[in-house]
């Protein structure tokens, strides 16, 4: 009996060709999903705008269902997006500025930042219409200007000190390095304290010192810390002044205990 010859099987039904076909096939879809993934990422470019500046410059690339959402949201009362309550979240309410105090004389100076706290003197105008300065033997005393605001009334309130002495540095040594938005707070004979935020710190030379600025009357109660600045000459002093400028922010019936 003669044995039948196995025919040879074709390339396309061997295992080895099955085998590369499925890892093809697998690659392929693979590589295909991570593509159309990254599709549905927002752009580099829409994604820094929308941090740097938000607006309708910034712009992202859209989803697979963003077209299906907006065309829902634009049935809805108002476009309000699913899920959401038109009127949900209230506006914010504007902060409501401190009653001004009635007039009465500044006792005290205290800067929190600076664990500073300074008893004040009254000062006045000399004959060339100068403010002058508190006693130089006391470099730890402040001095009001008594011919402008009190501490909490209507108007800018001048404290003025010295930055140094020939003995050392005097109360208001570090003013200039007051940063915008700490306290300072005015303690008053009757017992109340205004507590004022700092909104600026400038020095300007003494010749071109902004009087009006500085010293101008405000409609609501502020406040001005000044002392010495700028570029100091042994013989003439010091060539500017800093100005702390500060609008009242909160009235106390005390002080702060630190």
């Known amino acids: ?87 949900r979240t209230a506006p914010a309410r504007p902060v409501r500025p401190p009653t001004p105090l009635p007039r009465s004389r500044a006792t005290a100076i205290d800067i929190p930042y600076f664990r500073l706290a300074a008893p004040a003197v009254a000062v006045r105008l000399d004959r060339e219409r100068r403010l002058t300065v508190p ?33 050392g540095p005097a109360v208001f040594a570090a003013l200039g390095r007051l940063p915008v938005g700490r306290l300072i707070e005015a303690r008053r004979a009757d017992g109340r304290v205004a507590v004022y935020t700092v909104d600026a710190v400038r020095t300007y030379e003494k010749a071109r010192f902004p009087n009006k600025e500085v010293y101008g009357d405000r409609q609501r109660p502020e406040l001005r810390l000044i002392t010495c600045g700028g570029v100091y000459d042994r013989r003439k002093g010091y060539a500017g002044n800093i100005v702390v400028f500060a609008h009242l922010t909160q009235t106390r019936g005390r002080a702060r205990t630190t």
Request: net charge positive.
């Open 135 to 167: 006693p130089v033997d006391d470099p730890k005393v402040v001095g009001w200007y008594e011919g402008g605001a009190t501490p909490g009334e209507r108007g800018t309130a001048v404290v003025v000190g010295h930055r140094d002495t020939r003995t």
């Open 1 to 87: 009996m003669v044995r039948r010859r196995r025919s040879r099987r074709p390339w396309y039904r061997t295992r080895a060709y099955r085998l590369t076909r499925t890892a093809v096939l697998a690659t392929a879809l693979v590589a295909g999903g991570v593509r159309w993934a990254g599709s549905d990422e927002p752009t580099g470019s829409g994604a820094v705008a929308v941090a740097e500046s938000p607006g309708p410059a910034a712009a992202t690339a859209p989803g697979r269902d963003a077209g299906r959402t907006d065309r829902a949201n634009a049935r809805r009362p108002g476009g309000v997006p699913r899920g959401a309550r038109a009127g």
